[in-house]
């Protein structure tokens, strides 16, 4: 069993930044892939970012160029540097971690939700104009 944890959010000016931290505790395996998602009430879960083990990333075109995933594997922590917020990047923001190399057989590794196994309980970013 893995538990998750978000911290970061909190509410910003248009066009501030936030970062996000995800940490990790239980039984994590050497081979993942972590991703960043963000859900918005009465609209549907959009994964924005995806990291695998390996180091490679993924990035929504909503997030693209303002948004950096990285983790930091000594620490079990994932983070999501935002930058050049917008109100629309208003949501609660969730981490997920799906274990194994599954995801070096899709073409990115910011995967559909439903392949991840685990998932923290989420974070409120809220952006005003």
């Known amino acids: 069993q893995v538990h998750l944890v978000e911290s970061g959010g909190g509410a910003v000016q248009d066009g501030g930044s936030l970062r996000l931290s995800c940490g990790a505790s239980?039984?994590?395996?050497?081979?993942?892939?972590m991703g960043w998602f963000r859900q918005v009430p009465g609209k549907k879960r959009e994964g924005i970012a995806g990291?695998?083990?390996?180091?490679?990333?993924s990035y929504a075109d909503s997030v693209k160029g303002r948004f950096t995933i990285s983790q930091d594997n000594a620490k079990n922590t994932l983070y999501l540097q935002m930058n050049s917020l917008e109100p629309e990047d208003t949501a609660i923001y969730y981490c997920?971690?799906?274990?194994?190399?599954?995801?070096?057989?899709?073409?990115?590794?910011?995967?559909?939700?439903?392949?991840?196994?685990?998932w923290g309980q989420g974070t409120q970013v809220t952006v005003s104009s």
């Open positions: 239980g039984a994590m395996h050497s081979s993942n892939c």
């Open positions: 997920a971690v799906d274990f194994g190399s599954k995801y070096k057989d899709f073409p990115t590794p910011l995967l559909p939700d439903y392949e991840y196994k685990f």
């Open positions: 990291i695998g083990s390996d180091g490679t990333t």
